[in-house]
């Protein structure tokens, strides 16, 4: 890591590191943070009476829960300071019990406190905030290029939260189905106060056999928060 910061520096110095040169190095430095790179931790879902936050209706249960802790979040994604960089995974539940499937879209779900309304980022803006190592004063080629073999710095981590990513998901039924959603929480001392009186809504819920609309949940998280120590 101390040979990364030194490049780092050398690219700062832009007036006389010529463009092929610092392509050159950014390479180098891609190298450097991916040895020893991300690992895709397993995650799994639980039974519906384990998560707290949870609400039943027209036989659907949909479940959620804030990792809103870094000891939380990194328990399902390899990073240790998730949350202290602001992004708050939030799974996603859904236990289907009808005799057809539900298709649930966490696109449209919203984190509701007060006058704040927080949809989920994409898991490419995610992976890009944790792990990108840009600084304003930093040059950085658009796009970054690949390594030798085709793959990013990044790639694994891109793959992981993509691949937990709750963007559109359908329980078949008697099944269940989930997935995380990435907010970004607006800066506050006392996270496990503001999402406590915060509530998740969740507005396009459907029968994926015929299409028709089922109700809304709304979701008060103080549940799931007052659970964990």
């Not at 949350?83 to 984190?111: C, H, K, W, Y």
Request: glycine share 6%; net charge neutral.
């Amino acid at each position: 890591m101390d040979t990364v910061k030194k490049l780092f520096k050398v690219m700062n110095h832009g007036a006389v590191c010529p463009a092929i040169f610092r392509s050159s190095l950014v390479i180098l430095i891609l190298s450097a943070l991916a040895i020893g790179g991300y690992k895709a931790r397993p995650w799994t879902i639980g039974a519906a009476e384990s998560y707290p936050a949870r609400l039943h209706s027209e036989g659907v249960t949909i479940a959620v829960q804030p990792l809103f802790q870094d000891s939380l979040a990194a328990r399902v994604f390899d990073k240790s300071d998730i949350v202290t960089r602001g992004i708050m995974p939030v799974a996603l539940l859904i236990f289907n019990d009808n005799d057809f499937p539900v298709q649930v879209d966490g696109a449209s779900a919203e984190l509701i406190h007060e006058e704040d309304r927080l949809r989920t980022l994409e898991p490419g803006q995610v992976v890009h905030g944790l792990f990108s190592k840009d600084k304003r004063n930093v040059w950085v080629p658009q796009p970054v290029p690949r390594l030798p073999g085709g793959g990013r710095s990044d790639a694994e981590a891109l793959d992981d939260f993509e691949h937990k990513f709750f963007d559109r998901k359908i329980a078949e039924p008697h099944n269940k189905a989930g997935g995380f959603l990435y907010l970004r929480l607006p800066q506050s001392k006392d996270i496990r106060g503001y999402l406590a009186e915060s509530r998740i809504y969740i507005p396009e819920i459907s029968r994926v056999d015929t299409g028709a609309p089922m109700i809304y949940f709304e979701i008060e998280l103080r549940p799931a928060v007052d659970a964990v120590p």
